[in-house]
């Protein structure tokens, strides 16, 4: 997974509340063989009225959205974490975020931010015209007008983010021990895992 | 040291812990995996993304059924002939390309070896006793029918097992189903399982992995152990299995990819040992006695549903639970059926004999008992063998079961997975009703608005021959 330290570029000032996973991927993207290209489903519905933010070229490739409350309820589909990854999107700020979905988008890579309200107003108005920047390593999100918004997240998930630790990553740093294991199978059941890497 | 007492399950556990974290969560060596068409499209990718290998493809077989349709693959000419669902074409060309990009061997759609993922690993040796398996299908419990500790994961797992060969699990309870006595007459290993299902629930097994034990499993070939093991998952339970034993030694011996020469001695002395000690304890004991099990068949929705076929549809009242009343109530509405219904007197328009759960060639042979000398009721409109894997198809040949069934007027198929899940063409129409030897009977399972009955391999026969839910037993000399 890519190591994500620092967000920074336009954001999206979405500031909807409530935003599903079907409103982020509908459904009928997911028979995909792949995560990949699922951008192109992502808030469609959204996208239907004119004059949305996603399809302003003001904002074309943002790497942040700025949403509103309980962002990423309903349905669990890992898809709409890979539908904002194939759009470009590395961080998300909003008031509050459904659980799963913060853990799908732990997964693959993108960052969470959880700031009140009243720092979400201002990012939306800040959004409008100039970028924003998240410092995932000092817990801060700033503006270039001096605006700075402390943010908490979990130790153990900023460390994986920063280093681009997946789960998969994780059990990877653990390779000499599966290889340990191995060389015990190679001697104790060698018809089994015939030779160790 | 003294070493305590351990189950099956608790020694082969044991053998597979390579870390352990503080709140219990143990990285498990897998031993083999096998994958499908349907749940790898995205890990391969997602390894793709991440620049990833796959640790062990040596360790790693690939095999496509559940999308390919059941006609023939090649025509008069030798060429293949192209799969018309798009959607299924698109997964299967994935798993083609994706497996030997990775370096993993995969068995093609046109191959002899090819079939369903759960009947070709115990077939081709691949699964062993003793082996942690793991198939992104969860009626991998199937494998545990040779002693392996086997079960389903989603694909983010699969990705995990590609890329380091290892997964993150809790160990589970272990559950003894033992049942002792001998099967009366007519009584197959589809009966034992869903006598057992119908008694613990289709929860009853969450948070277990079941051993199965008893006179019943030891006399009962591998073949129908491996039936038994694979519905483990419906009735809650992610894994089952049976002790290895010479039945499973016999059965291996010789497989392509089982162990040779010396290294088989060695590996039965091993697998011998695993056997659960004496004086081991299992967190929750059931027993069943073999001779309370008819030839049984399902009513409703639920595995759990399950009726002799003596019985008669149960008036939802009769349940204690409400919701199970309420559930119970849908079911009928769903089945159209009504309560008091005699079971035999349920007409069927599909019969289906196929499925990891009854497939292999012992199941064949038991529908062709039935089926030989005889036709298919005149207004039975499908009624489809699918072999399990071009081998078994090739041994059923071989012993002439095609013409039974050919001449009885079924229809007799390349293999796959088929009507079990109706994800390729093969499909119940919906409001029609089919006898089916699959393991599954939830609501839209065989194509939308079908209605399924699960039954053994010579139900299922007796069922097209005489055109409704039967007593095989009346059928048989
Ligand atoms: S036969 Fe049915 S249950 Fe078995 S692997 Fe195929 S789809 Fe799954």
């Known amino acids: 997974m890519k190591a994500v330290s620092k967000v920074e570029g336009r954001a999206y000032p979405f500031g909807l509340k409530n935003v599903d996973t079907d409103v982020i991927i509908p459904a009928p993207y997911l028979k995909t063989i792949s995560r990949i290209g699922l951008g192109r489903g992502a808030f469609e519905s959204v996208r239907a009225q004119p004059g949305n933010v996603f399809d302003d070229p003001e904002y074309a490739g943002a790497p942040i959205i700025i949403a509103g409350d309980n962002f990423g309820c309903g349905s669990s589909r890992e898809h709409a974490a890979w539908a904002l990854n194939d759009m470009g999107v590395e961080a998300v700020i909003a008031p509050s975020f459904s659980d799963i979905f913060s853990g799908n988008a732990f997964k693959n890579g993108i960052v969470t931010v959880v700031l009140p309200q009243e720092a979400i107003d201002r990012l939306m108005e800040v959004a409008k015209t100039d970028p924003i920047n998240v410092d995932l390593e000092n817990k801060v999100v700033t503006t270039p007008y001096q605006d700075r918004f402390e943010f908490e997240i979990d130790d153990f998930r900023r460390h994986c983010l920063i280093n681009g630790l997946d789960e998969v990553g994780m059990t990877l740093a653990k390779a000499d021990r599966i290889t340990a294991h191995e060389q015990k199978l190679a001697q104790s059941q060698p018809w089994l895992v015939p030779t160790a890497v | 040291m003294t070493t305590k007492a351990r189950t099956l399950y608790e020694k082969i556990w044991d053998a597979h812990v390579v870390d352990q974290r503080d709140d219990g969560t143990c990285l498990i060596y897998i031993d083999r995996h096998l994958i499908h068409e349907v749940t790898s499209p995205q890990a391969f990718e997602g390894l793709r993304i991440a620049g990833r290998k796959v640790r062990r493809p040596d360790l790693t077989l690939a095999v496509p059924d559940h999308n390919l349709p059941t006609t023939p693959r090649v025509d008069a000419a030798g060429k293949r002939v192209p799969i018309a669902d798009l959607e299924s074409a698109a997964q299967l060309a994935a798993l083609e390309h994706d497996a030997p990009s990775f370096g993993i061997k995969y068995i093609d759609a046109t191959a002899r070896e090819q079939g369903i993922v759960h009947v070709v690993g115990p077939e081709q040796g691949f699964s062993l006793p003793g082996a942690t398996i793991v198939c992104g299908d969860s009626h991998t419990a199937c494998h545990g029918g040779i002693g392996a500790l086997a079960f389903g994961i989603g694909t983010s797992e699969v990705e995990h097992v590609l890329a380091t ?313």
């Open chain 2, 165 to 477: 060969q290892t997964l993150l699990l809790k160990q589970s309870k272990t559950m003894e189903v033992r049942v002792e006595g001998k099967l009366g007459h007519g009584v197959s290993p589809k009966d034992v399982i869903l006598a057992i299902i119908g008694k613990i629930g289709a929860s009853g097994g969450t948070g277990y992995v079941i051993e199965y034990t008893g006179s019943v499993f030891r006399d009962m070939s591998i073949e129908g152990r491996l039936t038994v093991s694979n519905m483990s998952i419906e009735g809650g339970a992610r894994a089952g299995l049976v002790a290895p034993d010479d039945k499973t030694f016999a059965y291996l011996k010789g497989r392509p990819m089982a162990p040779k020469g010396d290294q088989w001695d060695q590996a039965v002395a091993y697998w011998r040992s695993l056997a659960t000690d004496p004086g081991a304890t299992y967190d929750k004991v059931v027993v069943l006695d073999a001779a309370d099990i008819a030839p049984s068949l399902t009513w409703g929705t639920s595995p759990e549903d399950v009726v002799p076929i003596t019985g008669v549809v149960p008036d939802p009242m009769s349940f204690a639970d409400p919701s199970k009343q309420v559930a119970a109530q849908k079911s009928l509405d769903y089945m159209g059926l009504t309560p008091g219904q005699r079971m035999q007197d349920i007409e069927v328009q599909h019969v289906f004999v196929g499925s990891c759960t009854n497939s292999r060639i012992e199941d064949l042979r038991a529908a062709a008992a039935v089926a030989k000398g005889r036709k298919i009721a005149p207004h039975i409109k499908q009624a489809l063998i699918v072999p399990g894997s071009g081998l078994v198809k090739a041994q059923a040949e071989a012993e002439g079961l095609d013409k039974i069934f050919l001449d009885a007027g079924f229809e007799w198929r390349e293999p796959g997975c088929s009507m079990c899940l109706a994800m390729n063409p093969d499909k119940v129409p919906s409001g029609e009703r089919c006898a089916s030897t699959s393991n599954r009977n939830f609501v839209g399972r065989q194509g939308p608005g079908a209605r399924t009955h699960l039954v053994s391999p010579a139900m299922a026969a007796a069922a097209a021959v005489t055109g409704h839910l039967a007593d095989v037993r009346e059928l048989m000399a």
